[in-house]
């Protein structure tokens, strides 16, 4: 009775709380060299999991958020200016695979959206501070796996609900799309313009055969 007397305040509380425990962790690496990266690192990660884990508990979608933020937040707070590819993928994937398995348990189709907001700005964030063309095929590879991980977290999760899809499902969708496909385009049109069109065609022939799927299992929606 108390807590849902008072389960805003507590969710405030508790996000506050959270976002404290990020910065201690980020002001006793940065600025007081009190612990090493690794441990700051994995610290940020429990305070992560723990985050989400109440979100779960007390069904407080803000409390997700804050966590999910923080997350996405980790790499960068704990830069050292140093390049690291496949750590820094690697991590959004993993990371990726927890907000949609959050997002998939409550039922929260907005989570996912936040969460591919933070892939697009992390990803961004390390093209312009980092690549180079040494790096395309690398960076493709990921960029078609957090394109996959939102696309099949999206159709599978509509294909398998009793609910019908809503504006948060179809502005996934297309924002999915709209970003896995310009940037590809971006990456590739210098040294593989003339396999582009072929590049465009697969693509799109991924979303009929999902079309075509969604269509026979969920006819109604």
Known sequence: YVYHKYEKFSWILSGGGIALLYLSL???????????????????IVVTVFGGTLSIRYRALPLAVVAVAGGFLTPFLLSTGIDNQIGFFTYIVILNFGVLAIAAFRNWRALNLIGLVGTFLSFAAWYFAYYDESKLALTELYLIIF??????????????????????????????????????YFLLVNDYEPYLGLFTALLAAVYVFLASVALTTKETD
Do not use: K, P, R
């Open 26 to 44: 980020f002001g006793a690496f940065q600025f007081y060299h009190l612990i090493g990266q690794t441990l700051a690192f994995s610290c940020m």
């Open 147 to 184: 394109f996959a991980e939102y696309l099949f977290a999206t159709v599978l999760g509509n294909l398998f609900s009793q609910e019908e899809s809503q504006s948060d499902d179809l502005g996934l969708l297309a924002l999915n799309a709209a970003w896995f496909y310009g940037w590809s």
